[in-house]
């Protein structure tokens, strides 16, 4: 629909998820209920293999939670749709790399949002934040996940001042892997999302719910998981076609030619 707040293009096995509400792209329970069935419906397509999610124009990515929404009705803790707050936190089995391309004002649940990500690639204008603390509320997501991808003093920092990181700062401590040129970015974000799509989706996967599931578990006992057949993506990816392709195209010195299969 063209009137929808988020606007998908396919591109050969890359999913394009653009969210667009004018004029700060914030997210109430309709569009984050949109979001979750897109990202449902991604995951679930076996032609596609990587998502690409930013945000319309040039100034912001998501501030995160529609504060006039919320004053208008919409309940905090409502009904936010099959993936969660912005239709990825929450969406299990989700086994496909996920690239954020911060086109612009990346706070609160907007930064929520980019941390369930794999890769966040930022514009050189854009800026970071967690201002929840000045509205006198927790960023609950946040408050879980940023320790534990960048330094704990300056997640803590971010969690308990609602100060801003510029780009370059950001990139500085871990919070994104590169910066780009505003004009550059979803070049930069499509050559990405190309590469890995090119590579064997059923790795992708494996790789995937391995970190996931090893997060908060002791190195022998994540790969006792591995080793004792208990991940099912590392299992299919053992008795898939792509594995012996791997094989067959390194020993006939060729391109291996991945199926998902």
Not at 12 to 29: F, G, M
Request: net charge negative; charged share 25%; aromatic share 6%.
């Amino acid at each position: 629909m063209t009137d929808s707040p988020i606007k998908t293009q396919r591109r050969d096995h890359v999913l394009e998820v653009t969210l667009d509400r004018p004029k700060a792209n914030a997210i109430d329970l309709v569009t984050s209920r949109i979001m979750g069935d897109v990202f449902a419906s991604f995951r679930d397509d076996p032609d596609l293999r990587v998502a690409i999610v930013t945000g319309a124009g040039e100034k912001f990515f998501c501030p995160g939670w529609d504060l006039k929404a919320a004053a208008a009705g919409d309940a905090v803790d409502g009904d936010y749709g099959i993936g969660g707050f912005g239709g990825l936190q929450e969406l299990r089995g989700l086994n496909k790399p996920i690239i954020a391309a911060i086109n612009g004002i990346c706070c609160g649940g907007g930064l929520e949002l980019a941390l369930s990500a794999d890769i966040i690639l930022a514009a050189d204008h854009a800026t970071f934040a967690l201002p929840e603390i000045r509205s006198g509320t927790v960023a609950d997501a946040a408050s879980i996940k940023l320790p534990k991808r960048i330094p704990y003093h300056i997640a803590m920092e971010m969690l308990l001042t609602g100060r801003w990181l510029a780009s370059e700062e950001a990139a500085r401590w871990g919070l994104v892997n590169h910066v780009h040129p505003a004009a550059d970015l979803m070049d930069e974000a499509r050559r990405i999302a190309d590469l890995i799509a090119s590579g064997p989706p059923l790795v992708n996967a494996a790789i995937k719910e391995i970190v996931r599931e090893a997060e908060d578990m002791k190195f022998q006992d994540a790969l006792n998981r591995i080793t004792k057949s208990q991940l099912e993506t590392v299992e299919k990816l053992y008795r898939s076609d792509d594995q012996k392709e791997g094989a067959r195209a390194f020993a006939e010195k060729r391109d291996p030619v991945w199926t998902g299969r």
